[in-house]
């Protein structure tokens, strides 16, 4: 194999063999320093170029002090310009936030046989297909953290290319976790649709408020009432799976203050009335200080609609209440941490919102929750956010946002890694912002293992087969997902990921179907837009290729193939990303 500098690049690094920097007339440009190369090297296996000044920090220099770790890394940087010269100092990019290598400028010997590899173009023999002996060959730097980063890389090396040697066209990387369902065949798959919620002591005790004494107050529903009880069902999922709100189920709708051990500050009533082959659904929040009603809204159904096994009819009213719950937890609880609570709720709709102005508002929002109550759960919504910012093209630095995200993951793990919520929306940034796939994979694993009824989780776990090539188990985690998901405000979120994995699989009817439900809800989802104007070019619907690319064009004016690869997407290297990729050709989006 020879791997020579192409013209258009600038600099060749090296990383097959000690790592080795050279420009296009061959001279030697690469830094003495053990741990400015190890920058050199950590940068260009990076998705984009970039890692955060904090992460790079932890693995080289875990063991000195914030400011000493600062310092080093400083004197690294200056040390690596140095040795790139006047012509070529600028492809090193550093803010206050993040490092970054201009890989337009770049080529890494690496990457580009890995590119080859995910295409299938790469062909080796016995001698050649163990790349992990000489993969970053000769780095002696004492730090753990860098050392546990160095084994992880040449792990995932020595899976790549063992399929490559041993089953040419493999469905991607690592075994099938062994969690309930996840050890199940993906392809035989048989969730239930009517998933039930947990129940609400079951909630309280799996995410119990922060100060373990309070809870929202659940009215019991008779058992004539089955429509009344649905909704109660589907609300209950909702509180649980969004923020983790805890229920504690009541037949009173105001209780004593002395027999009481939980504060309830809202109580929630459902009521059904029947209204010949219609039903009227009733929910109201009532204070339990005094019973007086806070809030209520009404909503006329058909009985034939609550066939339906995913009653997304309920999913309006459902969506309403939780927002008000959110609002009166803000504005009538005189517990702090109540109120905080409230302003969680309205973040995370927020951020599902998918707005540039929502997005903006939850930050807001969140970056005031941890400056007076920092916890596991908002840093990981706080970087969540992040990612949906970088996904949309919202921020004009996506290297800051990304260094953002990641270091909100990082802290939330480090405030609870044991938390399911937590450990998926951690996995997510991993996976989607940094296409870490075996680190995020044992964090969904983990997840699902605390709490295999976590949508959320399910779905993201399906979004990172689906990046990493894995179409069949991406395809089939996605569908599992989007039914326990129908269940809930956001299943357009969940439609979007099934239209994903299945575009990328070559299930374009299964696309469609689900990219067209998904807009019902979010008309101006970028992502969607895009997948399903592959899909609809694949099958060749030219009539439906005009409107979806004049609203794509609303949204997104300037994008094209080519934005969507500068951008560092990913995924798009695999069998399914270029199959995608294809089919926004084939529309005219090159």
């Known amino acids: 194999m020879n791997f020579s500098p192409r013209s258009d690049h600038d600099l060749e690094i090296f990383l097959l063999g000690p790592p080795t920097v050279m420009d296009r007339s061959g001279n030697q440009l690469t830094p003495k320093n053990q741990k400015s190369k190890a920058v050199v090297a950590m940068l260009a296996l990076a998705p984009r170029g970039s890692r955060s000044r904090v992460w790079l920090r932890d693995k080289l220099w875990s063991d000195r002090s914030e400011d000493q770790a600062s310092a080093s890394l400083r004197q690294a940087l200056l040390d690596i310009r140095k040795s790139f010269g006047a012509d070529y100092k600028d492809i090193l990019i550093a803010d206050k936030y993040s490092v970054t290598l201009d890989l337009s400028r770049v080529q890494v010997d ?99 408020s922060a100060d373990g004494t309070w809870a929202i107050g659940l009215q019991d529903v008779p058992p004539t009432q089955p429509c009344a009880n649905a909704l109660q069902q589907k609300l209950m999922r909702n509180l649980h799976e969004m923020g983790r709100i805890p229920v504690l189920r009541t037949n009173e709708p105001m209780l004593s203050k002395g027999l009481r051990q939980v504060t309830l500050p809202l109580a929630v009533r459902v009521t059904e009335t029947s209204l010949g082959e219609n039903v009227r659904l009733t929910v109201e929040l009532v204070s339990t200080e005094n019973g007086i009603t806070l809030w209520t809204s009404s909503q006329t159904f058909t009985q034939s609609s609550f066939l339906e096994p995913s009653q997304s009819n309920l999913n309006a009213i459902v969506s309403q209440t939780v927002i008000q719950i959110g609002r009166l937890l803000q504005t009538t609880a005189i517990n702090p941490d109540i109120a905080r609570a409230g302003v969680l709720i309205e973040c995370i709709y927020q951020i599902f919102g998918l707005s540039e102005d929502h997005l903006y508002s939850a930050d807001k929002k969140l970056e005031m929750l941890l400056k007076h109550q ?53 996995a997510h940034i991993h996976s989607y912002l940094f296409s870490e796939f075996d680190l995020a994979a044992s964090l969904y694993e983990r997840a699902l293992k605390l709490d295999p009824e976590q949508t959320l989780g399910w779905d993201l776990y399906a979004t990172l087969n689906a990046y990493s090539g894995r179409n069949s188990k991406a395809l089939a985690m996605a569908s599992w997902a989007q039914q326990l998901g129908a269940n809930t405000p956001i299943s357009y979120y969940f439609d979007t990921t099934k239209c994903i994995a299945a575009t990328l ?4 009817r299964s696309a469609i179907a689900a990219g067209e439900r998904a ?72």
């Open 110 to 208: 690496a990457k580009q046989i890995s590119e080859q590899a995910d295409k299938g173009l790469l062909h080796l023999s016995d001698e050649q297909h163990d790349f992990s002996e000489h993969f970053l060959e000769g780095f002696d730097i004492c730090d753990p953290e860098f050392e546990s980063w160095l084994t992880l890389e040449r792990q995932i090396w020595d899976q790549r290319f063992e399929k490559t040697h041993t089953a040419a066209g493999g469905d991607g990387y690592g075994s099938v976790p062994d969690v309930e369902h996840l050890s199940e065949d993906p392809a035989e798959y048989k969730p239930a649709l009517n998933t039930p919620a947990p129940g609400p002591n079951e909630a309280s005790r799996a995410t119990p």
């Open 374 to 426: 920092p916890n596991a759960q908002t840093y990981a919504w706080m970087a969540f956010s992040k990612s949906f910012q970088v996904g949309q093209r919202f921020s004009a630095d996506a290297a800051a946002q990304i260094s953002e995200a990641q270091y909100f993951a990082t802290r939330a793990l480090e405030e609870d890694e044991y938390d399911p919520l937590v450990l998926s929306l951690a």
């Open 505 to 508: 699989a070559g299930d374009h």
């Open 519 to 590: 807009l019902v809800q979010r008309p101006k989802f970028n992502s969607i837009l895009r997948y399903l104007i592959s899909s609809h070019a694949h099958l060749g619907n030219v009539q439906m290729l005009e409107s979806l690319r004049q609203r794509l064009n609303d949204v997104e004016p300037d994008f094209s193939t080519e934005i969507l690869r500068g951008s560092g997407y990913p995924g798009l290297g695999t069998e399914g990303g270029l199959h995608f990729l294809q089919g926004l050709r084939k529309a005219g989006l090159d």
